[in-house]
C-alpha cells in the first residue's frame, strides 16, 4: 500500500454521510442502514440500499486480498487489550470479582469483530478514495 496525493475537494455533508453509510456497509456491521440512521445518514429506499450492499461489496473486494493481515492485526490488538485489561482489575480497590475464563475469550472475540471491522471499513474507503493504493504484491515480500 502506498499514500498518494490528490488534490482537496469541497466536500458537501451529502459526501459525508454517503461516506460514513460506505464504511458502515464496508465495515460488514450487521443492519449498517440502521446505524447510518442513527448516525444522522439520510433514510434511503430499498432499491438504493440494495445498490449500496452492491458497490460495498466491489469495494471490499478491492482489498480482500488484505484481509488476513488485517484480521492479524485485529486479534492482536484485541489480545493486548483483553490482557491488559485482566492484569488490572485487580487494582481498584472496589473490585473484588472473578471474572470467568468465558467472559475474557466472549471479550476477546468482540474486541476482535469490531477491530476487524473498523479497519476493514477504513481501508476500503481510503482505497476507493484514492488515498491508498491496495494491489496485490507478487513475488517476495520484502526483509
Known amino acids: 500500500m502506498m499514500f498518494r496525493k490528490k488534490k482537496p475537494a469541497d466536500v ?13 456497509y464496508d465495515s460488514q456491521v450487521s443492519d449498517a442502514e ?28 478491492q482489498v480482500q486480498h488484505l ?16 490482557e491488559h485489561q485482566r492484569e488490572h482489575l485487580d487494582e481498584d480497590d472496589d473490585v473484588d470479582v472473578e471474572v470467568p475464563s468465558a467472559a475474557w475469550a466472549s471479550t476477546r472475540k468482540v474486541f476482535t469483530q469490531i477491530a476487524m471491522n473498523s479497519l476493514l471499513g477504513a481501508v476500503s474507503q481510503l482505497v476507493d478514495m484514492g488515498y491508498l493504493k491496495a494491489t496485490p504484491r507478487k513475488g517476495k515480500v520484502r526483509k
Do not use: F, Q
Not at 458537501?12 to 458502515?24: E, F, K, P, Q, W
Not at 484481509?67 to 483483553?82: F, N, R, T
Open 67 to 82: 484481509i488476513p493481515i488485517m484480521y492479524a492485526y485485529a486479534h492482536a490488538m484485541a489480545e493486548g487489550v483483553v
Open 34 to 61: 440502521h446505524i447510518s440512521l442513527i448516525l444522522g445518514c439520510s433514510a434511503i429506499s430499498e432499491e438504493v440500499e440494495d445498490k449500496e450492499a452492491d458497490e460495498s461489496d466491489y469495494r471490499v473486494a
Open 12 to 24: 458537501t455533508l451529502s459526501d459525508v454521510t454517503a461516506r460514513i453509510r460506505g464504511y458502515l
